[in-house]
């Protein structure tokens, strides 16, 4: 069987479905399909956003970083208004 008798084939199958043959069923699963794709993209959103803004390890990791950026600045002295100790 050819590729193009296959696929004239499944488009006449398609095609009567949506006349007066039309199998209730079909649309049944393929609202069911669709509606739990929908579903699993918006779980995973929402997966994706609590991970964003509390992270893994209970506080946000952007923050973590901030902080820790933050304190090694500090103790080198980055960006601070220059003083005794550095002369650049």
Known sequence: MSLLSIFSQTSSNLGLQIGPQYDPLFYDVMIYIFGTMLFAVFLLSVIAFWL????????????????????????????MIPDEKHHW
């Open 52 to 79: 964003r803004r509390k992270g893994l390890g209970g506080q946000s990791a952007k923050e973590k970083w901030t902080q820790e950026l933050e304190k090694y600045f500090q103790t080198e002295q980055i960006g």
